[in-house]
Each structure stands twice: as structure tokens, then as C-alpha cells.
DNA sequence: AATAATACCTAAGAATCTTATGTATATTTG
DNA sequence: CAAATATACATAAGATTCTTAGGTATTATT
């Protein structure tokens, strides 16, 4: 990544995508977040995979190895403790939004805010 | 801080206080931030003292230490360097802060977002 | 044929924070 | 008035999270 803000949210937006699309493998993610932040955020494979595995042995998310388009592919998908930890870690990541903005932009008006 | 979403903002949150308030001790900024915060970010000495040294070491900011008030403290204030970083911080802080909203709350209208 | 892209993985090291500890003085509370 | 809390600084060991660098293997492009 190229700003170090997005330390500590990697495992966030991993959740929410999956949450979203309901399977996805590794290498799509890094490639769809790349795309949705405008290559603001190249999550690189050494923090990716660690995190998928982690997540999986947390019971977070499941995953199944697949041959597609003549690939190898693990794909993962959220499990219900994930949806239940999803659900918070948005709560965590709105209200983290929300504070940073009144420390930091609190004489903009909320309509304006970080435009 | 209770939230490892904090992580990598200490140093922008920082700078932006001496910014704003032109001076301040060590002790005075991480009472402030725990009251800006609502208790959401406490910055612990253990990580604000040694943001400052190395803040000081890059001529971002520096200190005088003053006999006030029966205390010894060490005030702080932003350099000429400081203040062109403190910009960058910010647009920095925006672009993140825009950026995981169009990734985690895009369908959300914008004057109701982190709402 | 060589390079880039797809797709996974791990290990060493850097950066950032927590926890624990230390020093010293002042104020508040039981 | 003794004990606890608050003020004010500091550092060191350890945890967490990421980068950098390397590895394997296949497919697609130039």
C-alpha cells in the first residue's frame, strides 16, 4: 500500500468483499481492491495470504481449492461467525471514520466532508 | 487504543493538534485526543513519546522544555517543514478516508455517509 | 523464446503499537 | 496525614501488521 493509514484495515476489507460477493480467491481480491481504490491500496501477497489464513483458522471465512480455467484456485467464502464479525468490523470502521473526521476535518460540513 | 484501526494515524493526528494549537506538551495532547476521541483512541505514552522524538528528529517539530505551573514540560510546536507535511498529512487522511468509504459504504448517499 | 500474467505460498525484516517499568512531583481523598 | 491518583517525562521488551524478497507452477502475450 502506499499509505501506511491503511494499516490495520486489510483484514476489514478482505471480510467486506466476501461479504459482498460471497466467494472470491485470493489473487481476484488484490486485484478488485486495487481497481476500487484506484491503486491507492496494492495489497501485497505477503499481507493477503497470511490474513486468508488466518481468518480461515479463525473460523471467519472457509475455503475450497478448485480447478477453473485451467487454474488452481482457493476459493474462500464468508461463514456465519464471519457475517457476525463482519457486521461489527464495519461498525468499527464507521465509527473510525467518523472520529477521524471530527479530529481532523470537524470544521467542514457533513455533506462536504472529505470531498 | 481499542481499535487497531488507529494504527499508522498517531503521527497525522499529532502533527494536526500542533497545527491547530501552535503548542503543546506530550501529556496535554494524548489528554486531548482521548476527549476529541470520546474515549475512542487512547494514545498510550509508550507511543506517543517516541512518535515526538523521531517527529523532533525530522525537524517536523521542536521542543523547549519549561518550568510551568510547579511542572516541568516540554512543549512542542510545528517548523516551516512541519507545516508543509502537515498539508500532505491531511490530503493524505482525505484520500484514505474517501477511499475506504467508495470501498466499504458506497451505497450510502454522501451527506448521510459514516452516518 | 522471453516476458508478463495468473495463482498460490513463506520467511526475514521494518514499522508501529502495547505492556510494563522507571523516575519525580503535586494533588486529592479517605 | 498517608495512600492513591494525577501530572509529566522516558525507555525497553514484546506483539502485531505490513513490506520485501524469495520460491513454485502454469498460461498468455509479445
Redesign the interface.
Known sequence: MK???????LS??IL?LLAEKREMYGYEMSKL?KE???D??LMTEGALYPILHKLEADGIITSDTRYVDNRNRKYYKITEKGAKQHVLS?K??????????????PTLP??N???
Open positions: 499509505s501506511n493509514l491503511y494499516k490495520g484495515s476489514t476489507i467486506h481492491v476500487k481504490s484506484d491507492k491500496l464495519l468499527e470502521m464507521k465509527d473510525y471514520l467518523q472520529t477521524m473526521q471530527n479530529m481532523l476535518l457533513t455533506q466532508a472529505l470531498v
